[in-house]
């Protein structure tokens, strides 16, 4: 059984790239075969500023939208978040999404397909990795930063890569499948 794979579209605002992007992604990782990816639109969770009256870590959650979250988030054994840079940091979603939940994120590994203007969004996949270690989550050193985005999304909205997005692409992917077989014992106990 492969790997399950959640790719994660962060931004919420209109307009977006993310999911040309991250449509882009899904088949990649499906064609390459070490994982089953999942495609999760941010979007569609419309969660508000967390409102939890639990810690997450109790998992007692009193709202559908946040116990629809956790379904989604619980089965993955690794996440890429395809995210963008807004002024250096990650998206306000991102970070939103990420604070709702706790034992859901526990040993498991994430990168970034990240999108942005001259610097690819790397320097908003930086901003994130604290939180996502208090999470407990395995940050890879592997990401695949996209500069000047724009030049990759056709008229029809269709994102088509270059050859260096690719190669980076295969590279997180081997990467993720590594940690996500070595970190599973650890979801297990």
Same mark, same amino acid.
């Given at each position: 059984?492969?790997?399950?794979?959640?790719?994660?579209?962060?931004?919420?605002?209109?307009?977006?790239?993310?999911?040309?992007?991250?449509?882009?992604?899904?088949?990649?990782?499906?064609?390459?075969?070490?994982?089953?990816? =999942?495609?999760?639109?941010? %979007?569609?969770?419309?969660?508000?500023?967390?409102?939890?009256?639990?810690?997450?870590?109790?998992?007692?959650?009193?709202?559908?939208?946040?116990?629809? !979250?956790?379904?989604?988030?619980?089965?993955?054994?690794? @996440?890429?978040?395809?995210?963008?840079? @807004?002024?250096?940091?990650?998206?306000? +979603?991102?970070?939103?999404?990420?604070?709702?939940?706790?034992?859901?994120?526990?040993?498991?590994?994430?990168?970034?397909?990240?999108?942005?203007?001259?610097?690819?969004?790397?320097? %908003?996949?930086? +901003?994130?990795?604290?939180?996502?270690?208090?999470?407990?989550? =395995?940050?890879?050193?592997?990401?695949?930063?996209?500069?000047?985005?724009?030049?990759?999304?056709?008229?029809?909205? =269709?994102?088509?890569?270059?050859?260096?997005?690719?190669?980076?692409?295969?590279? =997180?992917?081997?990467?993720?499948?590594? !940690?996500?077989?070595?970190?599973?014992?650890?979801?297990? +106990?």
């Amino acid at each position: 059984m492969a790997l399950k794979l959640n790719i994660i579209i962060a931004s919420t605002r209109p307009g977006r790239g993310g999911p040309a992007v991250a449509k882009w992604f899904k088949e990649f990782a499906k064609q390459d075969g070490k994982f089953d990816p =999942v495609l999760i639109d941010l %979007a569609d969770f419309k969660l508000p500023v967390y409102d939890e009256p639990n810690h997450p870590r109790m998992k007692k959650y009193e709202h559908a939208h946040t116990k629809k !979250w956790s379904e989604a988030i619980e089965p993955a054994d690794a @996440y890429i978040f395809v995210m963008p840079e @807004y002024d250096y940091n990650a998206p306000p +979603s991102l970070i939103n999404a990420l604070v709702y939940l706790w034992n859901e994120w526990n040993y498991k590994p994430v990168s970034f397909v990240s999108y942005g203007g001259v610097s690819g969004g790397l320097r %908003a996949t930086e +901003s994130v990795k604290g939180l996502i270690s208090a999470l407990r989550m =395995v940050s890879l050193a592997e990401s695949v930063p996209i500069p000047s985005y724009q030049q990759f999304i056709n008229d029809d909205g =269709v994102f088509t890569p270059n050859e260096l997005i690719t190669t980076s692409a295969s590279t =997180v992917l081997t990467e993720l499948a590594k !940690w996500a077989g070595a970190l599973k014992p650890l979801r297990a +106990s």
